[in-house]
């Protein structure tokens, strides 16, 4: 199958989320995962290497982080882990009272940094 949003009929404005191997593993064919940045359609379905080529290939002014075989990839280079971080998420149980018993919840997150200096921090 090719990479074609099915709404606007082309790829111009394709944005490519995630790549995986087919199981059993395939040559030609991998499970691709994309959207449509015109008309926000999502997608996710079998696809031929060559047309995920094909959009990869292609210049782009995209800031997006693609996931390719377990690395997160901006820029084209892969994200290095370059640490952890606690965060501490907190709200009130209720709104229509003082928030004396608030809910806390702790996420351990890892650090992604990129060579251009884009950081994101993804929950380990």
């Given at each position: 199958m090719s990479l074609t949003c099915r709404t606007c009929g082309h790829d111009r404005d394709l944005v490519?989320?995630?790549i995986?191997?087919?199981s059993p593993p395939s040559t030609v064919m991998?499970?691709?995962?994309?959207s449509c940045r015109a008309?926000?359609?999502h997608y996710l379905h079998h696809a031929y290497v060559a047309a995920v080529a094909a959009v990869l290939n292609r210049e782009s002014t995209?800031?997006?982080?693609?996931?390719?075989?377990?690395?997160?990839?901006?820029c084209g280079q892969p994200m290095q882990k370059t640490?952890?971080?606690?965060r501490r998420f907190?709200?009130?149980?209720?709104?229509?009272?003082?928030?004396e018993n608030a809910l806390d919840v702790y996420l351990t997150t890892q650090v992604l940094h990129c060579p251009c200096?884009?950081?994101?921090e993804l929950p380990e």
């Open positions: 490519l989320g995630s995986s191997a087919l991998v499970e691709v995962g994309y008309c926000r359609r995209s800031n997006d982080v693609l996931t390719f075989a377990g690395h997160y990839i901006h640490g952890s971080e606690t907190n709200t009130p149980s209720f709104t229509d009272r003082a928030a200096g884009f950081q994101m």
